[in-house]
């Protein structure tokens, strides 16, 4: 079974910068799996930021970026900002119509 | 404006069965992808199944066999039928479009949810 990984928690200051990762529990993640990547926070409908690596949907700060790092899909913010503390998940698209969610990456800003 | 809002949710006891509504406003289903994403209580995303514009349907491993996805353009509305629910089928049930370009392989649109709780 497909796990999609991502860090458990991560802490930045404000203004700081800070990259989340999504892999893969055997091989490595790339732009063929279409990595997008979404924001949710505490009782509200996820919110879509960059689909296909690092295309950014439309309203969405400069300050996210995605990217490939390595064998990881990658999410970085720059330039933190208070209402970036959120929950993040990255999902993968493993073809054949299957969709696979990261566990997702508590951030907070402080 | 493009939304979508899902209805449906409830109490259902462990077997029972369910139909899960999502109404698009500003868009028509039909020529969308088109999506249902579950997070249980305190857990995170999983999504749950794909309806092509075309028509062809995919399902989580999860809930295969159990769960239908389908449309109705009449309605532009998508449904979730739910048979033989178990008590981890507890969620927030979100309808989710996919984005454009289809290519892209996302999900852009989030309705605000429905809740699902099996339990006796």
């Known amino acids: 079974q497909t796990v999609v990984t991502q860090e458990s928690s991560f802490s930045v200051s404000p203004g700081g910068t800070v990259t989340l990762t999504c892999g893969l529990s055997s091989g490595s993640v790339s732009t063929s799996y279409y990595p997008s990547w979404y924001q949710q926070t505490p009782g509200q409908a996820p919110r879509t930021l960059i689909s296909?690596?690092?295309t950014r949907s439309y309203g969405v700060p400069h300050r996210f970026s995605g990217s490939i790092l390595g064998n990881k899909a990658a999410l970085t913010i720059t330039g933190a900002q208070a209402d970036d503390e959120s929950l993040y998940y990255c999902?993968?698209?493993?073809?054949?119509?299957?969709?696979?969610f990261g566990t997702g990456t508590k951030v907070t800003v402080l | 404006e493009v939304q979508v809002v899902e209805s449906g949710g409830g109490l259902i006891q462990p077997g029972g069965s369910l139909r899960l509504s999502c109404a698009a406003s500003?868009?028509?289903?039909?020529?969308?992808?088109m999506n249902w994403v579950r997070q249980a209580p305190g857990e995170g995303l999983e999504w749950v199944s794909l309806?092509?514009?075309?028509?062809?349907?995919y399902y989580a491993d999860s809930v295969k066999g159990r769960f239908t996805i389908s449309r109705d353009n009449s309605k532009n509305t998508l449904y979730l039928q739910m048979n033989s629910l178990r008590a981890e089928d507890t969620a927030v049930y979100y309808c989710?479009?996919?984005?454009?370009?289809?290519?892209?392989?996302?999900?852009?649109?989030w309705g605000k949810g429905t809740t699902v709780t099996v339990s006796s």
């Open positions: 309806i092509e514009s075309g028509g062809n349907s």
């Open positions: 999902a993968l698209y493993m073809g054949s119509g299957i969709y696979v």
């Open positions: 989710a479009r996919g984005g454009f370009p289809s290519y892209y392989f996302y999900m852009d649109v």
């Open positions: 500003d868009f028509t289903v039909s020529t969308n992808n």
């Open positions: 296909s690596t690092n």
